[in-house]
């Protein structure tokens, strides 16, 4: 990797990945993806006392279709009870395919099984704090929340995915390069909140862009089915 590619890297990575600290909270919260690290730190943060049960919530989503034989809910779940989660603490939620899916299902399977936690504690994929952090303003405005950090640099990340083949040198590049991009597109939509982005973290996502780290940038046609996708679910729910 040349020096450019990788500062533009570390603009990224050093963008998205929030330095806080998790607060205490009635559910954890697990976003679905390929990483295992994520179920371990919801059971590391239960047994410290943060949060009073876990959902796990995932069906599949880009980093997993066609890889898992069962939902990332269901993966999820097994790796926290196997790290001494007790079944009876966990909940899933195996339809959500996106971040935002993720908040808005989970709430509505909690709201099925009378329970409306006020607090959540939020844990993702490194890279996936910040938007994690911008959905939340919006889907758990009337709550309060934290987004639990991962407290690792990309150097660590990336010899971690790439030792244990959950991702490849591309995949994180691509995936870094559009978590920018569903920041710049999604407020429009009122799916996320609008957050500032540094001309230099601007002028790093454009570069890898034009170095051709696409694959899986968004438009505004596909965030308009998904919004049609919305709007049907809700039409049948009302009937």
């Known amino acids: 990797m040349d020096e450019k590619t990788k500062s533009n890297i570390e603009n990224l990575w050093n963008y998205l990945c929030l330095k806080n600290e998790p607060i205490k909270s009635e559910c954890i919260m697990g976003l679905g993806s390929i990483l295992d690290t994520v179920p371990k730190q919801c059971a590391e943060l239960y047994h410290k006392g943060y949060g009073e049960y876990i959902i796990f919530t995932g069906n599949c989503g880009k ?5 898992i034989n069962k939902t990332e809910a269901e993966i999820f779940k097994r790796i926290a009870m196997e ?10 939620e195996t339809e959500a395919t996106n971040t ?6 989970s709430l509505k399977v909690l709201a099925g099984i ?5 607090s959540f504690l939020i844990v993702g994929k490194p890279y996936q704090e910040r938007r994690a952090l911008n ?15 991962n407290n690792i640099s990309f150097s660590e990340f990336l010899e971690y995915v790439t030792k244990n083949s959950l991702m490849s040198l591309e995949d994180v590049i691509n995936e870094l390069v559009s978590e920018i991009n569903i920041c710049l597109l999604a407020p429009k939509y009122g799916i996320q909140k609008k957050s500032d982005i540094p001309t230099e973290v601007l002028k790093s ?6 170095a051709g780290y696409t694959k899986y940038l968004i438009t505004d046609d596909k965030i308009n ?15």
């Open 100 to 105: 935002y899916e993720n908040f808005n299902y």
């Open 63 to 67: 980093g997993t279709e066609g890889i």
């Open 114 to 118: 009378g329970l409306s936690p006020k």
């Open 225 to 239: 089915k998904i919004l049609a996708k919305w709007q049907e679910e809700a039409n049948i729910n009302k009937k």
């Open 205 to 210: 996502y454009r570069e890898l862009c034009n």
């Open 135 to 149: 959905i939340a303003e919006i889907s758990l405005a009337n709550n309060t929340f934290s987004i639990a950090p």
């Open 83 to 92: 790290a001494g989660v007790p079944e009876e603490k966990i909940l899933i």
